[in-house]
């Protein structure tokens, strides 16, 4: 009879094995989570430049999106007309009375990628990254 042994593995290997396959399982849905991120918050700068009142296009033009502070964070904000970003989209007070109509267009654009990115991170989780 053969070595019925060969196919018994100890306690250490296979924690080893598992916390290699964890790791390397952790890494990959970590990239392809942070890939996804990057993806949506350029399409929810898209979204926003296209949404965004266009009067002399500079207002549009100034969206952007950079990396947070934390790991996988994106920012999208209008690099220098930022002033304008709040009055814009909830409307304000007129000079002599009244208020202006809000130009909604951040608002729709974060709530889209949103909803997008939670499904594209739900979709990475089941695959494992890949």
Known sequence: MGNSNKNIISSDDFSKELLSAFKDYTEDVTQAIEKAVEATA??????TKKSAPNKTGKYSK???QKKGETQGERIVYSKDRYQLTHLLEHGHAKRNGGRTKPIEHIGPARDKAVETLEKQIEDIIKKGGG
């Not at 350029?42 to 979204?47: F, G, Q, W, Y």
Request: glycine share 0%.
């Open 42 to 47: 350029k399409e929810a700068v898209k979204e």
């Open 62 to 64: 100034s969206f952007v």
